[in-house]
């Protein structure tokens, strides 16, 4: 059956935490000027992956990426799923991390952070438990009751805006390439596509919607840079750690009656990312169980959480924070552009061979 | 397995039932306005409370001292028999001398802590802050809303008053182009506050005033609505009812040039000896065009841009440059403004 709603949702949602908080804080430090540039040059990289991991992927039907690598051979499964399963593990400890911080900033000051991150991974954890059916009917429910809250909130964050701040248009530089910042703001892109390649033995999608959802998420990441810059100025936004958080509690609406809009952003986004974090977890125990077949997944996922947590609890501050998302760097790109080319390759390779044999 | 999610059914109870750390709406204080004052090093905040009583909410004036605004606060909460929770302060009240003294880090404190919003608006006081509080606790309703309410654009709020917020101060630390005007205040004679003006900030800091016309102007400038002001002439008194601005800017050589049209929809209100419609529209355009024009060179002279004009300059000057717009290029800019006054309707009476 054709779930591409499902796997779309998904993605879409996936991605929308990531945007509105890290992604806009990340570019606006990484450059001065010209932020477009350095949004359209992720973007277009995010797309040409996500295009190619989905052409590679058309080659291998009902396959998902363990078996592709595995039949290839044991140094290829090696190869592209040891660094995967570290990128995962790291990018959900990162992930809950700092979204509890997030949380215990915005809102729940005198809450210790363990209990929030125990409630994160649980909620997370237990999505995960019931297999990726339920992560996708999850997607959808969330979906419905949140993504109107969101566009409302998106459209009532232009409230102070002020164009003119649009200028200068132009980083002739291009320095932000060099950046730390930016490539952490690829963070938002990678990890997001990857659950594609796990997904087709399950469930069934057509990649064109997949790439329409691609193009329809390019306003957010845009909105999501420049609705603070237009608001605050780059010198003012610069300083604020999540630029569209203070944004949002900068929003004056006298007829709502209620006084912060902040937290209903916050609230909807932390319901998404806790979909990613199922969504990895689920990821995770896939690859786990195939090395170990004989434990059952479910225990794979309880053991990871279980780890993601103890993990959590050893990172004390914010600077932890950032110097785990350094050292995932390395790995985020190995993970985002290395396992869709090689997929593509390698869906190359058993086309011809498959003629080969034909002739 | 049953049996252990139903354990965890129960765990999550205990955690989210949200009373970690809870304490109850009765055992808070929530202020409305906070004032600000520093002496000798010393920070000193007033916080007015509503405090419910029966049938009717009496207003309660507390202070307390200390090296820091958070300190101050919590020497007030140790204090009283409640916990001060500035969630809800909705107006802040700064001494006149603390603002020039500068206000960058209340303001970047405020930024940075949660309890505060960044959307509290800002006024500074032009009097001694203990004969203002104690004024106003006299003076005050029983609802201890008026000073919010003052401010309210769906309530007291008049176009000659600014309206600037936290964070549009700490905007105004940071930004290259832009400062803010905060509106002063103090207790009136008979109502509860006076305006008398702005206060022109320049980064963080008091550098000039201006008045409460020339407040209209700077609101008009800012594309504010200035509907409902009445404009007081020798021959007539008009209403402005809509307002509207078109700017051109350029470069030449160094120096800015900013060329604005001001356009001005207004309605006839009072006449004296019989003047015609073009006296009426002559009088206008010249008398705001002077005040404005007045205006315009004190701040110039006090090199705070809170008409944000280096704004149009943003796509004709580079970032690099940009940084020092306050002074190398404001001090030489050229503001032309033409005010164009369009005389809506007369009311029932004909001009003669």
């Known amino acids: ?359 | 397995m049953r049996a252990l999610k139903l354990l965890a059914a129960a765990m999550m109870v205990i955690t989210l039932s949200g009373c970690w750390d809870n304490i109850d709406i009765n055992h808070r204080v929530l202020p409305v306005v906070m004032g600000v004052s520093k002496h000798d090093g010393e920070y000193l905040i007033y916080l007015q409370i509503p405090e419910p009583m029966q049938n009717t909410t009496q207003i309660k004036i507390v202070k307390g001292k200390g090296s820091t605004i958070n300190h101050a606060v919590d020497d007030i909460s140790a204090n009283l028999e409640d916990r001060v929770d500035l969630l809800h302060v909705k107006v802040i009240v700064l001494d006149k001398k603390y603002a020039e003294a500068g206000l960058e880090d209340t303001i970047s404190d405020f930024m940075r802590g949660r309890d505060v919003s960044p959307k509290t608006l800002v006024t500074i006081c032009d009097e001694d802050m203990d004969h203002f509080f104690s004024l106003v606790k006299k003076k005050m309703g029983p609802k201890g809303t008026t000073l919010y309410d003052f401010f309210e654009k769906n309530a007291g709020w008049n176009p000659q008053i600014a309206l600037t917020r936290v964070w549009e101060v700490y905007r105004s630390i940071h930004s290259y182009t832009r400062d803010v005007a905060v509106p002063i205040i103090r207790s009136g004679d008979t109502t509860v506050v006076q305006h008398i003006g702005s206060a022109v900030i320049r980064k963080g800091k008091m550098v000039s005033q201006i008045n409460s016309e020339e407040t209209l102007l700077f609101n008009a400038f800012q594309r504010e609505s200035t509907q409902g002001k009445i404009e007081v002439m020798h021959h007539a008194s008009v209403l402005v009812i809509g307002n509207s601005l078109e700017v051109h800017s350029q470069m030449d050589g160094q120096t800015p040039i900013l060329r604005c049209k001001l356009k001005l929809k207004v309605v006839i209100l009072e006449t004296k000896e019989h003047p015609t419609s073009d006296m009426i529209m002559k009088e206008l355009n010249e008398g705001l065009t002077h005040q404005f024009n007045h205006m315009f060179a004190r701040l110039q002279g006090s090199g705070a841009d809170i008409l944000g004009t280096g704004q149009y300059f943003r796509s004709k000057i580079p970032r690099s440059e940009l940084k020092d717009w306050r002074t190398a290029f404001y001090p030489k800019l050229k503001l032309d403004l033409q005010v164009q006054t369009i005389i809506e309707n007369t009311g029932f009476l004909e001009l003669s």
């Open chain 1, 1 to 359: 059956m054709d779930k591409s709603l499902h796997v779309v949702l998904m993605y879409g949602l996936t991605q929308l935490g990531f945007i509105f908080f890290f992604y806009s804080g990340d570019i606006i430090s990484s450059t001065t000027e010209g932020h477009w540039l350095a949004i359209v040059i992720g973007l277009v990289l995010n797309l040409v992956m996500v295009w190619l991991y989905m052409k590679g992927l058309g080659y291998f039907p009902k396959q998902d990426i363990i078996s592709i690598y595995s039949a290839v051979g044991k140094w290829a499964a090696v190869l592209f799923l040891l660094p995967l399963v570290f990128f995962l593990f790291i990018t959900n400890i990162i992930t809950i991390r700092a979204f509890s911080e997030v949380i215990t900033l915005v809102f729940l000051a005198n809450t210790p952070l363990w209990a929030i991150m125990a409630l994160i991974i649980t909620l997370s954890g237990y999505i995960a438990l019931n297999g990726v059916e339920s992560i996708f009917r999850t997607g959808v429910l969330l979906a419905i009751l949140f993504l109107p809250v969101i566009l409302f909130t998106i459209c009532i964050s232009f409230q102070n805006v002020d164009f003119r701040y649009f200028f200068p248009v132009m980083d002739e530089k291009f320095s932000f390439l060099a950046r730390p910042p930016y490539w952490h703001s690829f963070a938002a892109f990678a990890g997001s596509f990857l659950f594609l390649g796990f997904i087709q033995p399950y469930v069934a999608y057509r990649p064109k919607y997949v790439l329409m959802t691609v193009a329809a998420l390019v306003p957010f990441y845009f909105i999501a840079v420049y609705v603070p810059l237009f608001t605050f100025g780059q010198a003012t936004a610069s300083t604020f750690k999540f630029p569209f958080i203070v944004l949002m509690s900068t929003i004056h609406i006298n007829w709502l009656m209620f006084d912060r809009i902040t937290m209903f952003l916050l609230l909807c986004l932390v319901t998404f990312t806790m979909l990613f974090i199922s969504m990895v977890l689920w990821k995770l125990s896939q690859v786990l169980h195939r090395c170990l077949p004989k434990v059952k997944p479910s225990y794979f996922v309880i053991a990871i959480a279980a780890a993601n947590f103890i993990g959590c609890l050893f990172i004390t501050n914010w600077d932890e924070i950032q110097s785990l998302v350094m050292w995932n760097t390395m790995l985020r790109f190995f993970v985002m552009v290395g396992i869709p080319c090689s997929i593509w390759l390698l869906g190359i390779r058993a086309k011809r061979m498959i003629k080969d044999e034909g002739a």
